[in-house]
């Protein structure tokens, strides 16, 4: 597939207004006549589009049943029971030494690559969640924050507005339409994107909103690792109802580029096949 596949089925952004039918959110393919995958449960109905071949769930919950019936602090601790119960021993082991490793060395990844890419100033984390990622920024960057869940984003409320910055809650596409052009210095999105049932129309949003050159980070499972060929149904990415899309580094770097991203960086360690996350840092190309 390449941009002017894409471009064939445009018909305008596709929005997520209610909980319903979508087309493939990266190239607009209606998929209705295609087979749920295996790796559909319940209601809930994956496709992998027979165009792109970009892994999503047909029929996302609605925006406002995220921020209430789904949201994440009232669903996390059941998924992570299930989890524990379905990951193999071998799994477990390594879960458990890249835990005492990452201790060790005091890695914290995404702070890393924040102090690395990010020139000082206003700062979007889209899916801030409690603003965790927040309250590790250095005090050269004022934190702004989106968040769906209303329990979350009044924790994350509380770190940005004793900084200067401020915390939207709801969905992004609204809240990122609160900004005005060349506002943020940079971007976040960690552990969002999988999250996000218009991923396409979000990002061009956030190109907006970026300065000229401006670097957005993404953190997003990798739907191609080696773990989920393996494992298959018990991979750790998997979460219903909220995880929309499955990302491959094949298909992220599509929807980046068909964007107006440009790719600053994405290489083997970034989306390593042993490993469950990928990163890509991008910018704003203007």
């Not at 020139?119 to 004022?142: A, E, F, N």
Request: glycine residues 6%.
């Amino acid at each position: 597939m390449n941009h002017k596949d894409l471009e064939m089925d445009r018909q305008g952004d596709y929005i997520i207004n209610k909980g319903s039918y979508r087309l493939c959110p990266l190239c607009n393919a209606d998929n209705a006549s295609l087979k749920p995958s295996a790796y559909s449960k319940d209601q809930w109905i994956i496709k992998k589009c027979k165009r792109c071949k970009l892994v999503y769930m047909e029929n996302p919950p609605a925006y406002e049943d995220l921020e209430e019936i789904y949201a994440w602090e009232k669903t996390s601790s059941k998924v992570a029971e299930e989890k524990v119960k379905k990951e193999s021993a071998l799994r477990r082991g390594v879960r458990v030494l890249e835990h005492y490793k990452d201790r060790l060395i005091r890695r914290d990844k995404l702070i890393d690559i924040v102090n690395k890419y990010f020139p000082p100033g206003p700062v979007i984390d889209v899916g801030c969640g409690g603003g965790q990622v927040m309250s590790r920024l250095d005090k050269k960057y004022t934190p702004f924050g989106i968040e769906v869940s209303r329990q979350l984003s009044d924790n994350a409320r509380k770190i940005a507005e004793s900084r200067g910055g401020r915390v939207f809650c709801g969905n992004a596409l609204l809240g990122l339409d609160t900004f005005e052009k060349d506002f943020f210095a940079a971007a976040i999105m960690s552990a969002y994107f999988e999250h996000e049932a218009a991923p396409r129309e979000v990002l061009k949003k956030i190109l907006h909103v970026l300065k000229p050159r401006a670097p957005l980070v993404i953190k997003v499972p990798n739907y191609g690792c080696l773990n989920r060929t393996v494992t298959q149904k018990k991979w750790c990415g998997f979460r219903y109802p909220d995880h929309v899309n499955y990302w491959t580094p094949k298909t992220l770097k599509q929807i980046i580029t068909y964007t107006g991203f440009e790719i600053v960086r994405f290489n083997i360690w970034d989306r390593f096949p042993t490993s469950d996350n990928m990163w890509l840092i991008a910018r704003n190309p203007h």
